[in-house]
C-alpha cells in the first residue's frame, strides 16, 4: 500500500492512494493553514473509525441483521505536552435497523476491536479505546 502526500501551499498538502483517490489536510489558521482540509489526527481517527464501520457492518449484514443506518462518533483526548498523541479514545456506534439484535451489533464491535480492524490492533497498546453501543429502531 502507497500513499502519496504533496504540498500545495502553505501547509496544505493533498494525498493520493493506491485506490486513486485523495483527501486535502490543511492546518489551523493558527500555524498558517487555511482550513481547507482535515487536520492529521482527525484523520488517525477517521481511519479508525472507518476501519471498525467496515468491519462492523460487514458482519450484521453476513448475519442477515436487517441495518438501515450506521453512524460512528469518534471523540479523542490528547496527551497535553509534545507529542499530543492520543491517550483515550471513545467510539460510539448508533446502529439502526428493524428487529436488530444488540448483542449481534455487541458482538461485531468486539471482534473489530479485538481482531479485525487493522488501525485499532496498531493502536491498542498506546491509546485507551472504550466502546458505547446504541442500537434505534427504525420506524
Same mark, same amino acid.
Given at each position: 500500500?502507497?500513499?502519496?502526500i504533496k504540498?500545495?501551499?502553505?501547509v496544505?498538502?493533498?494525498?493520493?492512494?493506491d485506490?486513486?483517490?485523495?483527501?486535502?489536510?490543511?492546518? /489551523?489558521?493558527a500555524?498558517?493553514?487555511? !482550513?481547507l482540509g482535515?487536520r492529521?489526527m482527525?484523520l488517525?481517527l477517521a481511519?479508525?473509525?472507518g476501519?471498525?464501520?467496515?468491519?462492523? +457492518?460487514?458482519?450484521?449484514?453476513?448475519q442477515r441483521?436487517?441495518?438501515?443506518?450506521?453512524?460512528?462518533?469518534? /471523540?479523542?483526548?490528547r496527551?497535553?505536552? +509534545?507529542?499530543?498523541?492520543?491517550?483515550?479514545?471513545q467510539?460510539? =456506534?448508533?446502529?439502526?435497523? !428493524?428487529?436488530?439484535?444488540?448483542?449481534?451489533v455487541?458482538?461485531?464491535?468486539?471482534?473489530?476491536a479485538?481482531? =479485525?480492524?487493522? $488501525?485499532s490492533?496498531?493502536?491498542e497498546? /498506546? $491509546?485507551?479505546?472504550?466502546?458505547?453501543?446504541e442500537c434505534?429502531?427504525? /420506524?
Amino acid at each position: 500500500m502507497d500513499v502519496r502526500i504533496k504540498l500545495l501551499e502553505g501547509v496544505t498538502w493533498v494525498t493520493s492512494g493506491d485506490s486513486g483517490h485523495g483527501v486535502v489536510i490543511d492546518g /489551523s489558521p493558527a500555524i498558517g493553514g487555511q !482550513n481547507l482540509g482535515m487536520r492529521p489526527m482527525e484523520l488517525v481517527l477517521a481511519g479508525l473509525g472507518g476501519c471498525s464501520a467496515m468491519d462492523v +457492518i460487514s458482519m450484521l449484514r453476513k448475519q442477515r441483521q436487517d441495518v438501515v443506518d450506521c453512524v460512528i462518533e469518534l /471523540s479523542g483526548q490528547r496527551a497535553e505536552t +509534545i507529542p499530543k498523541v492520543f491517550t483515550d479514545i471513545q467510539m460510539t =456506534y448508533r446502529v439502526t435497523g !428493524n428487529d436488530l439484535s444488540k448483542t449481534a451489533v455487541e458482538r461485531a464491535v468486539r471482534l473489530s476491536a479485538e481482531k =479485525y480492524c487493522s $488501525v485499532s490492533k496498531m493502536l491498542e497498546d /498506546s $491509546v485507551r479505546i472504550t466502546h458505547v453501543i446504541e442500537c434505534v429502531e427504525y /420506524s
